[in-house]
């Protein structure tokens, strides 16, 4: 009797054993969540959440890259922003929780200014970025945190002295082989192609001043479109972008797809990283040069402050990434609105011959006292910053001063961990950064570079060139390459033609616009007459953008 007792306990107490196991598991995270939303309102609060009907929180992730593969991602931010945060005063910031990892949405300047800026060391790249680019860009000054980037930064910086960067023969040797691309008079011609193609072999200029500047390569794609090179720079980039994107997925894009490609540009890069260090060496013992070199490349600059070769590669390939992409849509938007803008090609052709005639070379202190160049890289850069997107990772508990509270106003707590998403397109294009219109101040939709002489942006509504500790080394590089680039265009070519419908030639989607009211928020009323845009890394065109130059 005893014993049959016993079994049927026993048999009842297993049957009971997983449900208190799975009780023992509810309990424990509902004791984790309530620590974590207590240790949220004790830094802030919550901004307001993106809702879904998918499980998980996946409607936001679903959601977000079915907008980067449809090129809609300012419709998705402006969208997103109206729907969730419509009667705030201060709409900007969202968040989402994905599978359980929060998510901070934002393009509050205040928020930007904090991450990138008051706040710089509570938030960084993070690991899971270091990790997920390390294969490309190494521990490079772009894929380090806290005192390893410290370091490189301050390895870098003298390079991009002023007297670095104003011998601009490496500019002039490229510019003689873009002109003749141009046509003589009149033909039509991609310019997108010209500086940076999405379809190989394709010339690339801007690929082309990198490799010079960074290596003293001659690649000269320009002559040579075969070149394999640049082949693989554009394949190991596109395919490595497609496998970033496609998380949780990315087995689906495995390494092996992109690896060979780096190693053929590493291939490329070391014996001439080899052979510098030779050089340097054998100066350093009073040995003259075997073989004259050009005065300055950032390969020399960078083996001056170490030789290490790992450093020297991470550094070097990341300076060819962010030398090309960067400036070549800059250079291609530049165009495009100058195509739709003849007023401001007579304007700065007058003031180019009036300062340098058409057909001397300009000088640095040229190129700084033209102020219609500054205006006119500047008032693209303000409609097409060149990365759309940024994000940060927390690196402790903290706060970010709005997106909390019933008007946006108030402070959100973020905890370590936490991702965060700065839309930086939809920050410049925010009609809080702007004036009324006036005669003073056009349409902000527009492209309008006089708007420069007499404005002057918002703190942190326009940041083409990051802020904060991190702000762009290269800045002043890649503004002197535009102007140079520019100048010479219009010292040989006395107008440009757009030859392309105004939308560009791929059709846009017809889903609908949110807006606050009854009339077109600022981001609607650009797009309205632009062509698609690609939020891949940098912003691209998704079409060719057509144009012919006439003398």
Not at 124 to 149: T, Y
Not at 413 to 439: C, E, F, R, W
Not at 521 to 529: G, I
């Given at each position: 009797?005893?014993?049959?007792?016993?079994?049927?306990?026993?048999a009842?107490?297993?049957?009971?054993?997983?449900i208190?196991?799975?009780?023992?598991?509810?309990?424990?995270?509902?004791?984790?969540?309530?620590?974590?939303?207590?240790?949220?309102?004790?830094?802030?609060?919550?901004?307001?959440?993106?809702?879904?009907?998918?499980?998980?929180?996946?409607?936001?992730?679903?959601?977000?890259?079915?907008?980067?593969?449809?090129d809609?991602?300012?419709?998705?931010?402006?969208?997103?922003?109206?729907?969730?945060?419509?009667a705030?005063?201060?709409?900007?910031?969202?968040?989402?929780?994905?599978?359980?990892q929060?998510?901070i949405?934002?393009?509050?300047?205040?928020?930007?200014?904090?991450?990138?800026?008051?706040?710089?060391?509570?938030?960084?790249?993070?690991?899971?970025?270091?990790?997920?680019?390390?294969?490309?860009?190494?521990?490079?000054?772009?894929?380090?945190?806290?005192?390893?980037?410290?370091?490189?930064?301050?390895?870098?910086?003298?390079?991009?002295?002023?007297?670095?960067?104003?011998?601009?023969?490496?500019?002039?040797?490229?510019?003689?082989?873009?002109?003749?691309l141009?046509g003589?008079?009149?033909?039509?011609?991609?310019v997108?192609?010209?500086f940076?193609?999405?379809?190989?072999?394709?010339?690339?200029?801007?690929?082309?001043?990198?490799?010079?500047?960074?290596?003293?390569?001659?690649?000269?794609?320009?002559?040579?479109?075969?070149?394999?090179?640049?082949?693989?720079?554009?394949?190991?980039?596109?395919?490595?972008?497609?496998?970033?994107?496609?998380?949780?997925?990315?087995?689906?894009?495995?390494?092996?797809?992109?690896?060979?490609?780096?190693?053929?540009?590493?291939?490329?890069?070391?014996?001439i990283?080899?052979?510098?260090?030779?050089?340097?060496?054998?100066?350093?013992?009073?040995?003259?040069?075997?073989?004259k070199?050009?005065?300055?490349?950032?390969?020399?600059?960078c083996?001056?402050?170490s030789?290490?070769?790992?450093?020297?590669?991470?550094?070097?390939?990341?300076?060819?990434f962010?030398?090309?992409?960067?400036?070549?849509?800059?250079?291609t938007?530049?165009?495009?609105?100058?195509?739709?803008?003849?007023?401001?090609?007579?304007?700065?052709?007058?003031?180019?011959?009036?300062?340098?005639?058409?057909?001397?070379?300009?000088?640095?202190?040229?190129?700084?006292?033209?102020?219609?160049?500054?205006?006119?890289v500047?008032?693209?850069?303000?409609?097409?910053?060149?990365?759309?997107?940024?994000?940060?990772a927390?690196?402790?508990?903290?706060?970010?001063?709005?997106?909390?509270?019933?008007?946006?106003?108030?402070?959100?707590?973020?905890?370590?961990?936490?991702?965060?998403?700065?839309?930086?397109?939809?920050?410049?294009?925010?009609?809080?950064?702007?004036?009324?219109?006036?005669?003073?101040?056009?349409?902000?939709?527009?492209?309008?570079?006089?708007?420069?002489?007499?404005?002057?942006?918002?703190?942190?509504?326009?940041?083409?060139?990051?802020?904060?500790?991190?702000?762009?080394l290269?800045?002043?590089?890649?503004?002197?390459?535009?102007?140079?680039?520019?100048?010479?265009?219009?010292?040989?070519?006395?107008?440009?033609?757009?030859?392309?419908?105004?939308?560009?030639?791929?059709?846009?989607?017809?889903s609908?616009?949110?807006?606050?009211?009854?009339?077109?928020?600022?981001?609607?009323?650009?797009?309205?007459?632009?062509?698609?845009?690609?939020?891949?890394?940098?912003?691209?065109?998704?079409?060719?953008?057509?144009?012919?130059?006439?003398k």
């Amino acid at each position: 009797m005893l014993s049959d007792l016993t079994a049927a306990f026993s048999a009842t107490l297993w049957s009971w054993f997983p449900i208190a196991i799975v009780g023992l598991l509810l309990a424990r995270m509902a004791a984790r969540h309530v620590r974590r939303e207590t240790k949220i309102r004790e830094y802030g609060g919550h901004a307001p959440r993106f809702g879904g009907w998918l499980p998980f929180g996946l409607s936001f992730l679903v959601q977000f890259r079915s907008s980067v593969s449809a090129d809609d991602c300012l419709k998705f931010c402006n969208n997103t922003f109206v729907r969730i945060c419509k009667a705030r005063k201060n709409p900007y910031t969202i968040e989402a929780t994905v599978a359980g990892q929060r998510i901070i949405f934002t393009a509050d300047p205040e928020n930007i200014k904090a991450i990138l800026a008051t706040q710089f060391w509570d938030f960084e790249k993070g690991e899971k970025f270091r990790n997920d680019w390390v294969d490309m860009l190494g521990h490079s000054i772009f894929n380090s945190d806290g005192q390893a980037w410290h370091d490189a930064r301050a390895r870098l910086r003298p390079v991009f002295s002023r007297e670095r960067i104003s011998d601009l023969e490496c500019f002039e040797r490229h510019v003689q082989n873009l002109l003749p691309l141009f046509g003589t008079d009149g033909q039509t011609v991609n310019v997108k192609d010209l500086f940076l193609s999405r379809a190989l072999p394709l010339v690339r200029f801007t690929l082309d001043a990198s490799a010079d500047f960074t290596l003293g390569a001659n690649l000269e794609t320009l002559k040579r479109p075969d070149n394999e090179f640049a082949a693989c720079f554009e394949r190991s980039r596109h395919i490595k972008i497609q496998r970033e994107r496609s998380v949780p997925f990315k087995f689906l894009v495995p390494k092996s797809r992109y690896r060979p490609y780096i190693d053929y540009i590493e291939s490329f890069m070391d014996p001439i990283i080899m052979e510098t260090m030779d050089q340097l060496e054998a100066e350093g013992r009073g040995e003259k040069p075997n073989k004259k070199q050009r005065d300055f490349t950032l390969l020399h600059a960078c083996a001056e402050v170490s030789r290490e070769p790992r450093f020297l590669r991470d550094e070097l390939l990341t300076a060819l990434f962010a030398g090309r992409d960067n400036t070549a849509m800059a250079l291609t938007w530049t165009l495009y609105e100058l195509a739709r803008h003849p007023d401001v090609v007579e304007d700065l052709r007058r003031i180019i011959e009036t300062t340098i005639g058409f057909n001397r070379q300009p000088t640095y202190d040229d190129l700084k006292g033209m102020k219609i160049l500054s205006n006119m890289v500047s008032e693209t850069l303000r409609l097409y910053p060149g990365v759309p997107f940024n994000t940060r990772a927390c690196a402790k508990d903290t706060s970010l001063p709005c997106g909390g509270g019933k008007d946006g106003n108030d402070p959100i707590g973020v905890l370590a961990g936490t991702n965060i998403i700065m839309a930086n397109h939809t920050l410049q294009l925010s009609p809080d950064a702007y004036p009324p219109v006036s005669d003073a101040f056009p349409p902000a939709d527009e492209w309008c570079p006089q708007r420069w002489d007499t404005w002057f942006p918002k703190s942190w509504s326009y940041i083409p060139f990051h802020g904060g500790p991190r702000f762009c080394l290269g800045q002043q590089l890649a503004l002197v390459e535009m102007s140079y680039v520019l100048v010479r265009i219009f010292q040989h070519y006395s107008r440009v033609e757009l030859r392309m419908d105004e939308s560009g030639i791929v059709e846009k989607h017809d889903s609908e616009w949110l807006r606050k009211g009854s009339e077109p928020e600022l981001a609607e009323r650009f797009m309205k007459d632009r062509p698609r845009m690609v939020a891949e890394i940098m912003l691209y065109p998704r079409g060719e953008i057509r144009l012919a130059f006439l003398k």
